[in-house]
Antibody, heavy 122, light 107 residues
């Protein structure tokens, strides 16, 4: 059974880069036409889609974060990663990795990790 | 962006109750809507996609309906395992947006 697990620093300083990795277990990250993605939830706020990546390496980002985000995939390690640059306190959130399923224009998410809290603070 | 409004934000109910959660879209999204269940410290779980399609393994007491701008998630007989927060999400647009969530707690 496929499982996702987020990992990375829980504390990042303002203006620095937030880096998270999602490890896929129970199956190959490239065994079928999987997309892989990231979603976040700031404290007391709603869920926000950050972006997805196809296992071939093609990324898709939400426009509001596109200038500061990179999602990459490492099929040899069965992992995909998120980098968010120049962070501020507004980027404090629980970050989830997830497996997106493509709809007509957007995606829904049929598998999620448990999430990891990242706090941006000096 | 399509705005998703969920209500109520909190719902107190008892085991065995029929529970209905509503999600309203700011513009028509056809049936491109999903529902999730989330418990603290756990991974969110997909319940329903395409407004009314039950995800494999999800109990049949969960059902979804609606199209256009108005959608509902119904739990026909609330079970102890169902106390959680529920989110809707539209995926008609590229940046699919989520509702603010409905917390179902014990009456």
């Amino acid at each position: 059974q496929l499982q996702l697990q987020e990992s990375g620093p829980g504390l990042v300083k303002p203006s620095e880069t937030l880096s998270l990795t999602c490890t896929v277990s129970g199956g190959s990250i490239s065994s079928r036409s999987y997309f892989w993605g990231w979603i976040r939830q700031p404290p007391g706020k709603g869920l926000e889609w950050i972006g997805n990546i196809h296992y071939s390496g093609t990324p898709y980002y939400t426009p509001s974060l596109e200038s500061r985000v990179t999602i990459s995939i490492d099929t040899s390690k069965n992992q995909f990663s998120l980098k968010l640059y120049s962070v501020t306190a507004a980027d404090t959130a629980v970050y989830y990795c997830a497996s997106p399923v493509r709809g007509v224009r957007g995606w829904f998410f049929d598998l999620w990790g448990r999430g990891t809290l990242v706090t941006v603070s000096s | 962006d399509v705005q998703m409004t969920q209500f109520p934000s909190t719902l107190s109910a008892s085991v065995g109750d029929r529970v209905t959660i509503t999600c309203r879209a700011s513009q028509s999204i056809s049936t491109w809507l999903a529902w999730y269940q989330h418990k603290p410290g756990k991974a969110p779980k997909l319940l329903i996609y395409r407004a009314s399609s039950l995800e494999s393994g999800v109990p049949s007491r969960f059902s979804g309906s609606g199209s256009g701008t108005e959608f509902t998630l119904t739990i026909s007989s609330l079970q102890p395992d169902d106390f959680a927060t529920y989110y809707c999400q539209q995926y008609n647009s590229y940046s699919g947006t989520f509702g603010q969530g409905t917390k179902v707690d014990i009456k």
